[in-house]
C-alpha cells in the first residue's frame, strides 16, 4: 500500500515546545517533520477554543473536539441529562472520557474499561445494565461490533469526537 495521507494528531493541552524526542518524550519525530502532514489535529480541544497557529503549518490545522450535539442514537431517542449513564470503552486514557461526559452535565453511574484493541464483551456487559439507564460508548468501541446492540432494549448513545474539517478520501 502507498501513502496518499498524513494525518497527525497533536494534544491541544501540550505545547509542542515543551515536548521531547523518545525516549526522552513522547515525540517520534521532530517538528520540522509536520511539513509532510497534509493535515494536523488538535485533540482535546474545546468547543470553539483557537489553538495558536502552527505558522508554518497554517491551512492544515484544525481541532477535535467532543459535542452533545454530536452524540448519536438510535432513532427516536432523545438524549437525557437526567438518566443515569453507564459507560463502555476500550480507549488508551478511558478516565479523560468519563471525565469529559461529566463536564459536559452526563451523570455517569457506571464505567466498564477494557484494553485499547480489545474485543468488548457486550452480551456480558448489556446483560448487567439496570432498567432506566442508558449506555454511552466511543464511537470507535460501537463500530467494531454493531451487531451486538441489535434487537436490544437498552438505549445506547455513540460520543464522536467533532472535526473542522472533513477527512474524506477521494
Partial sequence: LDRDLDVVLLDFKK???QEKLLPLGRLREK?????RADHIIWTHAEEGQARPSLLSYKGKESCSYFSLANIKTQQGL???LKQEA???CGIAKPEKF????KEKGIKVSKTYFFSD???IPWAKILAKIPNGRFIITTEKDYY????SFNDRDIPFFIAAPLSTFDLSIE
Fill in 144 to 147: 467494531r461490533n454493531p451487531i
Fill in 86 to 88: 453507564t459507560v463502555v
Fill in 117 to 119: 484493541h480489545r474485543a
Fill in 98 to 101: 468519563v471525565q469529559m461526559l
Fill in 31 to 35: 517538528e520540522s517533520a509536520l511539513a
Fill in 78 to 80: 432523545e438524549f437525557d
Fill in 15 to 17: 505545547h509542542l515546545a
